[in-house]
């Protein structure tokens, strides 16, 4: 029977091309779970391989796989690298207890290992790097090492030597354990042989430098270290394990993943290095202070932090048990609305293969099948204790296009497939909008929008694609108007329609919407119609007189008018309500607003002058600027319509190395040129009202 000290969860984490999955795959084929080595095309265990990955090249989901290794349960989660994808990969560092950092020994530190790096330092997650593609003839370790040191501020522990570089390198020497593995390994290749002879000099010339590392994460090991002169090996495994546990320490790998080689060794310290569930912080409840640790007899907590739907299989949901034990056919509260679900059967494996398995205990991941309700980042609970896991937070939706469908009535089949894509992309954000009548998909990034536009057209059979999203304008005044007259007045046989009103317009605060004052006297207007003129005055300014766009920031009074005792009617005062408002706004000086933008850009330092720079040529004001750790924030003010193309700009400007935060921050008068601008391209034409 499994229990929590048995299992290891670890998030692989890296750059786009780092060698993340194709590490997953080698150590799938060492631990005898699929029966051949996968390679890029050609997953063994079925990681990669939507349409999409595969046109690619690249993982654009988190997978969850699983593999038993000494005894012990490894849940390996491969993430993407791609930037546009991060939100999946985040919501897999949030489930596991620990990660793996995969660095090219090739290409070297690069914005996802950056990214990486930031994560697992300001979330306080133990971790592992791994240089991968030591084969590789370009292939430069020591370099990389000297780079990933200028990037951590936690020491960095070699745990290997290579035997070779490059296409020469056959094999490693593990200074920790003091075994080699000097030729391609495999299932039945996995023990370690004695340390060559002419190799035991640089072995333990390592292992010194291995020692006085560890030795200095703890005060105790220290003193021991100054009086003995060395540690013992039982004194070297405890102090590295307790060391990675409290990230004072990040050891260091290296692999090859296509022969493959050090492999065994790195599975080696995933189970003797890396903690298991109990040992990590305890889950924080969002809105409560109510916490949960790693015991399998406690309440019922599961995280859903992937969800995959299967046109065959239907809906799978992946789940990190938080605490007590998760079986079929149990009934729970699913998110903070406490949605009543039933848990499907559970599995485990590999994504091309699983197997049923009858409990997941706290600290498992699992799948779980046909969950009806419950969506990606919610939580399941049990219903006597209901419980909702706090997040790490997710970036931030932040390069937006109108989704344009071809044909007649296919408007909601997009819709509801859109919506089942979101379901599985916690990136993803899809949303009408209501001012604009347009279908708005919103992503964090031109990437992540076209790989979505692709799983559309292949998954609903539509013709549709992206388009620039309509800025929401409005429109003001900046005058007055009085005594403005709106009146209907018709006779066509019979009863007839007639009714007049008399405003006044005056402008309002940025912020303060709309006011309607009653300022009738005498019984001019009876007062049953007194709110028909203020719902045609509401009509009318959804739709100004200048662009088209809704009218804000302005007060009406009603103030004279006259009705007839036969003719008048609700109608007529509504129309002649719109009639009077649009008249009034003609007559005060009606203006465009524009909605402003308040950005933050993070920047290595190198490369500010160009980013405030590339905002002021965007017609932007930067309001301040901050130095933290090696880069510089910088606040800013910018018409929002200049924003739509600044993500693939700010890779372009930093080489993928900026990132930014937008947000709604106020509306301000748009200049005469880009007035004169919207105006023309609205194609919209005031016509006067006559009777």
């Known amino acids: 029977m499994t229990t929590p000290e048995d299992l290891r969860n670890v998030a692989v984490l890296g750059h786009k091309g780092s060698g993340k999955t194709s590490l997953v795959e080698a150590a799938l084929f060492v631990a005898k779970v699929t029966p051949k080595l996968g390679k890029a095309g050609d997953r063994a265990s079925g990681l990669d391989d939507s349409p999409e990955e595969r046109a690619h090249v690249t993982t654009l989901e988190t997978r969850p796989v699983t593999l038993r290794w000494n005894t012990k349960k490894i849940n390996l989660v491969d993430t993407p690298g791609e930037a546009s994808f991060m939100a999946d990969a985040r919501l897999a560092l949030g489930a596991c207890d620990s990660a793996i950092v995969c660095v090219s020994a090739r290409d070297g530190v690069q914005t996802g290992t950056e990214r990486a790096l930031a994560w697992v330092r300001e979330h306080h997650v133990p971790c592992i790097i791994v240089l991968t593609k030591m084969d590789d003839e370009h292939a430069r370790p020591d370099e990389v090492i000297a780079d990933i040191k200028k990037h951590l501020k936690t020491t960095i522990a070699l745990m290997e030597i290579p035997e070779g570089v490059g296409p020469s390198f056959h094999g490693v020497i593990a200074i920790r354990t003091g075994k080699a593995w ?58 590295a394990r307790h060391a990675v546990a409290d990230c004072k320490l990040i050891p260091v790998y290296e692999a090859s993943c296509t022969m493959p080689q050090g492999i065994v060794a790195l599975l080696d310290a995933i189970v003797d290095l890396l903690p298991d569930p109990t040992q990590r912080a305890p889950f924080a409840s969002d809105g409560t202070d109510e916490k949960r640790e790693a015991k399998a007899d406690g309440p019922l907590a599961a995280l859903v932090f992937k969800t995959h739907i299967d046109p065959h299989a239907g809906k799978v949901s992946y789940v990190r048990v938080i605490s007590g034990t998760l079986r079929p056919d149990t009934g729970v509260l699913a998110g903070p609305g406490a949605h009543k679900e039933r848990v499907g059967a559970l599995s485990q494996g590999t994504w091309k293969e699983t197997k049923p398995i009858p409990e997941a205990v706290a600290g498992d991941i699992c799948a779980v099948a046909k969950l009806k309700v419950a969506r990606t980042g919610e939580t399941l609970s049990d219903e006597k204790k209901p419980f909702n896991a706090r997040l790490l937070p997710m970036p931030p939706a932040l390069y937006s296009r109108t989704l344009i469908v071809e044909g007649k009535g296919v408007e909601d089949k997009a819709a509801q497939a859109l919506l089942r894509i979101c379901e599985e992309d916690p990136g993803l954000v899809f949303k009408h909008d209501a001012q604009t009548r347009e279908m708005l998909v919103e992503g964090l990034g031109a990437l992540h929008l076209d790989i979505t536009l692709e799983r559309l057209r292949r998954r609903a059979s539509i013709d549709c694609r992206l388009g620039p999203p309509r800025v929401p304008y409005r429109e003001t005044v900046r005058g007055r108007a009085q005594s403005v007259e709106g009146k209907l007045k018709k006779q066509t046989g019979g009863h007839g329609q007639f009714a007049v009103c008399y405003i006044d317009l005056e402008p309002l605060p940025r912020g303060s919407g709309f006011v309607f004052e009653d300022a009738i006297v005498g019984g001019v207007i009876p007062r049953q119609f007194i709110p028909s003129v203020e719902k045609g005055v509401r009509k009318a300014l959804d739709r100004g007189v200048l662009a088209g766009y809704p009218v804000v920031d302005f007060k009406v009074r009603l103030t004279d008018g006259k009705y007839h005792a036969v003719d008048s009617s609700d109608a007529a005062f509504q129309m002649a309500g719109g009639r009077a408002l649009r008249a009034a706004l003609v007559a005060s000086l009606p203006s465009l607003l524009e909605p402003i933008a308040k950005i933050e850009v993070t920047v290595p330092g190198d490369y500010l002058g160009d980013v405030i720079g590339d905002i002021n040529a965007r ?63 609205s194609g919209f034409k005031h016509v006067e009202d006559e009777d």
Request: glycine share 10%; hydrophobic share 25%.
């Open 182 to 239: 000097g030729k391609p390994e495999a299932p039945n290749s996995t023990a370690g042989t004695p340390i060559p002879p002419e190799s035991k000099p640089r072995v333990a010339d390592a292992r010194a430098h291995l020692v006085d590392d560890v030795a200095g994460t703890d005060d105790a090991l220290t003193e021991k270290y100054l009086n003995d002169g060395d540690l013992t090996q039982q004194d070297l495994d405890e102090g």
């Open 619 to 681: 017609g932007g004001r930067v309001t301040g600027t901050n130095t933290v750790d090696s880069g510089s924030v910088v606040e800013a003010l910018l018409p929002l319509a200049n924003t739509h193309d600044y993500e693939p700009k700010l890779t372009s400007i930093t080489s993928g190395r900026g990132t930014f935060t937008l947000m709604f921050d106020h509306y301000d008068y748009c200049s005469p040129h880009t007035t004169d601008k919207v105006v023309k391209e």
